[in-house]
């Protein structure tokens, strides 16, 4: 068991993937020789050929449409799409073709494929290449939505992704691709893909989040414990289908919740959480339960990304406003 | 109205949308395909089975040429008349001016992962630049003193920008607010006063 980074976890996955099941297909701009441009496919060509490691022309709605068809006859394409802000071109084929095969053809046809793609900011890069647009697939039905948070999760979510007989949209979070290190056991264990990761335990408050802001997550409640505030740490992991049990149970015993994302608040994914916690869990509450989330504005420049993405210091001021009640 | 694209985006459905249109809606366009023969790592031949890019404006309806694209006096003039076609009302052209990419495709790109120095050392043969020079200094119409001249100018004013822009200070962070609406709803007005307020460490 070595110590690998996010993007690497990513690449043993794939390879793995590619070696237990023939059908598994990778097709994606600069996926091949280059690597793709986080390199997650780094080498895959030479191990694999040109035939199940397919560079495609630039054309995203195309890549996805091919991918539908594919999966639709027994392949199980994975897709990479180069940034977030590209993906939106896929939409038309994920929403309207994806995720629907299975309910048009009243399961004679199905649409086992992943459509990967980095997400968020942090990475000094414009805009369309810093977007977390999971709102928009999660409001698909019949698309699982995904969003990692370390290399073993990610080892263990995208072989689930890959191996599921639906599709699946998989976020990876770009600046934790080569954030940090963590052994991963490349033994083909798969993670469920209707769990969330309870990462810490604490009585007093929930913070539930995906992503790029479980780092901040786990930050914060080392930074409250100092305060004598125990923070449970959930990484939601799988939005759809959401682990809402889990969360559940853990308000239930703490009356408090933080609901973290870097996304923009309005119509974001917290707002699905926080409507569930108004319902079954609103007799568990002893504080309004709190978002921190990007605003409603387009990503900033890299200059003042750091003033959007949502942090530590909001996260902790989140909390110590939670902490007031009850 | 000129539109500047590259190679790869002609693989694009929108671009094929907006040949469509311009096809049957004859609007005063010029479509300028930058074909340096790469797109990030993806080479020309990978990326469209067509013999040129010029001719996918045949099937919409349009007039499209190829011209050599490290020529800049041919570019000049095939886009000038491109230009008089619009402007009479005759439609759109596509130009596909062929060249190709003698650096890597940004900064945090490595071309040599892809492609061979040798193939980019034999473009450097057809550098536009040096052949203008050629030409431009053939008729007496240029010097080296005087190149020396332009690249300085032009090199002070790159530095400057630079040096501008090493030297400010970042947008303040109500930046991000700006240019979203003619008219900041509440809700965002209330974020905007919320991102001051965690600036002034009020929070």
Redesign the interface.
């Given at each position: 068991m070595s110590d690998v980074t996010m993007v690497e976890a990513i690449r043993l996955t794939l390879a793995w993937a590619m070696r237990e099941d023939p059908a598994v297909l990778l097709l994606g701009?600069?996926i091949?020789?280059?690597?793709g441009?986080f390199r997650a496919t780094d080498g895959l060509l030479a191990r694999f050929g040109p035939e199940r490691v397919l560079?495609?022309?630039?054309?995203?709605?195309?890549i996805a449409g091919v991918s539908v068809g594919l999966a639709a006859q027994s392949f199980r394409p994975v897709v990479e799409i180069q940034f977030m802000g590209f993906a939106y071109?896929t939409l038309d084929q994920m929403l309207n073709h994806a995720a629907r095969m299975r309910t048009r053809t009243r399961g004679r046809l199905t649409c086992p494929m992943v459509l990967r793609t980095p997400c968020g900011g942090g990475i000094h890069a414009p805009e369309h290449h810093s977007e977390s647009g999971e709102a928009c697939f999660a409001n698909v039905p019949g698309l699982r939505v995904v969003v990692p948070s370390s290399p073993m999760r990610a080892y263990g979510l995208l072989l689930a992704a890959i191996r599921d007989p639906d599709p699946v949209v998989f976020l990876e979070p770009a600046r934790l691709y080569r954030s940090a290190r963590e052994p991963v056991a490349d033994d083909g264990t798969a993670s469920a893909l209707d769990r969330c990761f309870v990462l810490r335990e604490g009585a007093d408050v929930t913070l539930v989040g995906w992503g790029g802001l479980v780092p901040d997550m786990l930050d914060a409640a080392e930074r409250l414990a100092g305060e004598n505030v125990a923070a449970e740490v959930i990484d939601a992991a799988t939005l759809v289908p959401l682990d809402m049990e889990t969360i559940l149970a853990s308000v239930a015993k703490t009356g408090r919740c933080v609901i973290c994302h870097e996304a923009p608040?309005?119509g974001g994914f917290g707002a699905e959480i926080a409507a569930r916690l108004a319902g079954p869990g609103l007799l568990s509450l002893l504080a309004p339960v709190e978002r921190v989330t990007g605003?409603?504005?387009?990503m900033?420049?890299p200059?003042?990304e750091d003033?959007?993405i949502p942090g530590t210091?909001?996260i902790l001021?989140a909390v110590r406003r939670a902490m007031r009640h009850g | 109205m000129v539109c500047i694209l590259g190679d790869?985006?002609t693989?694009?459905?929108d671009f094929q949308e907006a040949l469509t249109m311009a096809g049957v809606w004859r609007p005063p366009l010029v479509m300028l395909i930058a074909n340096n023969q790469w797109?990030?790592?993806?080479p020309r031949a990978?990326?469209?089975a067509a013999e040129t890019l010029a001719q996918k404006s045949i099937a919409a309806g349009i007039a499209g040429e190829q011209v050599d694209g490290n020529d800049a006096i041919a570019v000049r003039d095939r886009v000038a008349t491109a230009l008089e076609r619009a402007r009479a009302g005759d439609g759109a052209t596509v130009i596909e001016a062929l060249t190709y990419r003698l650096s890597d495709h940004t900064t945090?790109d490595d071309a040599r992962?892809?492609r061979d120095d040798t193939e980019v050392s034999e473009h450097w043969h057809d550098d536009p630049v040096a052949r203008l020079r050629a030409y431009m200094t053939g008729l007496a119409a240029w010097s080296r003193a005087h190149e020396e001249h332009v690249i300085a100018d032009a090199a002070a004013e790159m530095e400057a920008a630079a040096a501008t822009w090493l030297g400010s200070s970042?947008?303040p962070?109500t930046?991000?607010?700006d240019f979203?609406f003619q008219t900041l709803p509440s809700?965002?007005a209330a974020?905007r006063a919320q991102?001051v307020a965690?600036?002034n460490g009020d929070?």
């Amino acid at each position: 068991m070595s110590d690998v980074t996010m993007v690497e976890a990513i690449r043993l996955t794939l390879a793995w993937a590619m070696r237990e099941d023939p059908a598994v297909l990778l097709l994606g701009e600069d996926i091949g020789k280059d690597g793709g441009v986080f390199r997650a496919t780094d080498g895959l060509l030479a191990r694999f050929g040109p035939e199940r490691v397919l560079d495609t022309p630039l054309a995203e709605a195309g890549i996805a449409g091919v991918s539908v068809g594919l999966a639709a006859q027994s392949f199980r394409p994975v897709v990479e799409i180069q940034f977030m802000g590209f993906a939106y071109a896929t939409l038309d084929q994920m929403l309207n073709h994806a995720a629907r095969m299975r309910t048009r053809t009243r399961g004679r046809l199905t649409c086992p494929m992943v459509l990967r793609t980095p997400c968020g900011g942090g990475i000094h890069a414009p805009e369309h290449h810093s977007e977390s647009g999971e709102a928009c697939f999660a409001n698909v039905p019949g698309l699982r939505v995904v969003v990692p948070s370390s290399p073993m999760r990610a080892y263990g979510l995208l072989l689930a992704a890959i191996r599921d007989p639906d599709p699946v949209v998989f976020l990876e979070p770009a600046r934790l691709y080569r954030s940090a290190r963590e052994p991963v056991a490349d033994d083909g264990t798969a993670s469920a893909l209707d769990r969330c990761f309870v990462l810490r335990e604490g009585a007093d408050v929930t913070l539930v989040g995906w992503g790029g802001l479980v780092p901040d997550m786990l930050d914060a409640a080392e930074r409250l414990a100092g305060e004598n505030v125990a923070a449970e740490v959930i990484d939601a992991a799988t939005l759809v289908p959401l682990d809402m049990e889990t969360i559940l149970a853990s308000v239930a015993k703490t009356g408090r919740c933080v609901i973290c994302h870097e996304a923009p608040l309005t119509g974001g994914f917290g707002a699905e959480i926080a409507a569930r916690l108004a319902g079954p869990g609103l007799l568990s509450l002893l504080a309004p339960v709190e978002r921190v989330t990007g605003y409603d504005t387009i990503m900033p420049l890299p200059r003042l990304e750091d003033a959007y993405i949502p942090g530590t210091k909001r996260i902790l001021a989140a909390v110590r406003r939670a902490m007031r009640h009850g | 109205m000129v539109c500047i694209l590259g190679d790869g985006a002609t693989s694009k459905g929108d671009f094929q949308e907006a040949l469509t249109m311009a096809g049957v809606w004859r609007p005063p366009l010029v479509m300028l395909i930058a074909n340096n023969q790469w797109a990030i790592s993806v080479p020309r031949a990978a990326q469209c089975a067509a013999e040129t890019l010029a001719q996918k404006s045949i099937a919409a309806g349009i007039a499209g040429e190829q011209v050599d694209g490290n020529d800049a006096i041919a570019v000049r003039d095939r886009v000038a008349t491109a230009l008089e076609r619009a402007r009479a009302g005759d439609g759109a052209t596509v130009i596909e001016a062929l060249t190709y990419r003698l650096s890597d495709h940004t900064t945090s790109d490595d071309a040599r992962r892809y492609r061979d120095d040798t193939e980019v050392s034999e473009h450097w043969h057809d550098d536009p630049v040096a052949r203008l020079r050629a030409y431009m200094t053939g008729l007496a119409a240029w010097s080296r003193a005087h190149e020396e001249h332009v690249i300085a100018d032009a090199a002070a004013e790159m530095e400057a920008a630079a040096a501008t822009w090493l030297g400010s200070s970042r947008q303040p962070v109500t930046a991000m607010f700006d240019f979203l609406f003619q008219t900041l709803p509440s809700r965002l007005a209330a974020q905007r006063a919320q991102v001051v307020a965690e600036e002034n460490g009020d929070v």
